[in-house]
């Protein structure tokens, strides 16, 4: 579209660009649920096909099919109780493992930001933390905490400290030198550079930190459920019992439930990005 705006190409006129049409709503949501929903529906049809073409008869309970995996697994009333049950436990303790991770992430990050000899005594031993393997400080844990829910706690906070840790510190550090040149103009205290300058342009990454400890710690809470027996069974519990005892449809129906718990934190904390930094983040990234 052009408008006689009085200078431009020499003909007193200048090109203005066409603003994109605003996608409708609907259209949008359909653009992102419809390819997982067609992803899923060849997912299925490759378990379909497994279990019916590609495992002998003799062998197809190692594989049952998806319908009944759902009969088994979520039409019968006393299996899913079971399932919920566990879920419940196993979400409990994902929380509180998460809660008391973006606690000491956090703090970690923000003192691993205000002093480079923190940051540099701090991150080997981050590093190695996140580096050993659970299943080598089991005993250890178990010695230590017990095999209660302390012990799940610890696993699930060994398995989701690290991200935060690292995305809060990029994000820290990632405001524009521009901005702490400012700062340092206003002869601003650490505490308002932090947070009025670091702490708002660390948002994107803080988040993408939340959103991948979310995830581990679920994951750390099935590992710690598996490994320790004591206290109210999780879903790791059920997980064990179904396996030993060869019940393939309520084994990979606790799977599924594990699966749409870490899907279900996971969205949770995007919804909570989107709703604190969605607006202004998008049109930050836009220009």
């Given amino acids: 579209m052009t408008a006689p705006l009085g200078g431009g190409d020499g003909l007193g006129r200048v090109e203005i660009p066409t603003p994109p049409p605003a ?52 039409f019968d009333s006393e299996n899913l109780g079971e399932m919920l049950d566990g879920l419940y436990w196993s979400a409990r303790v994902a929380l509180i493992g998460l809660a008391i991770s973006i606690v000491l992430g956090m703090t970690i990050a923000i003192l691993m930001s205000q002093t480079v000899v923190i940051e540099r005594a701090t991150y080997p031993f981050l590093v190695m933390l996140q580096a050993i393997p659970i299943l080598a400080i089991v005993p250890l844990i178990s010695f230590w905490f017990g095999t209660g829910e302390n012990a799940r706690l610890i696993v699930c906070v060994i398995i989701s400290l690290f991200p935060i840790i690292v995305n809060t510190l990029f994000g820290l550090q990632s405001a524009d030198p521009a901005m702490h040149d400012l700062f340092t103009l206003e002869h601003a205290s650490r505490a308002t550079r932090l947070r009025k300058l670091m702490l708002p342009a660390g948002l994107p990454a803080i988040f993408a930190g939340l959103r991948i400890a979310a995830g581990l710690s679920v994951i750390g809470a099935i590992v710690g459920d598996f490994f320790f027996g004591r206290g109210k069974p999780g879903i790791g519990q059920l997980l064990k019992r179904y396996a030993n005892q060869l019940e393939s449809e309520q084994l990979l129906a606790a799977v599924i439930v594990a699966c749409m718990l870490g899907v279900a934190v996971f969205l949770f904390f995007g919804w909570v990005q989107a709703r604190a930094i969605g607006k202004w983040y998008e049109a930050g990234t836009a220009r």
């Fill in 23 to 74: 996608r409708r709503r609907g259209s949008s949501w359909l653009a992102t649920v419809l390819p997982a929903l067609l992803l899923g529906a060849v997912l299925i049809g490759v378990w379909y096909l497994c279990t019916y073409v590609v495992l002998d008869p003799r062998r197809r309970f190692l594989l049952p099919p998806p319908h009944d995996v759902v009969r088994v697994g979520f």
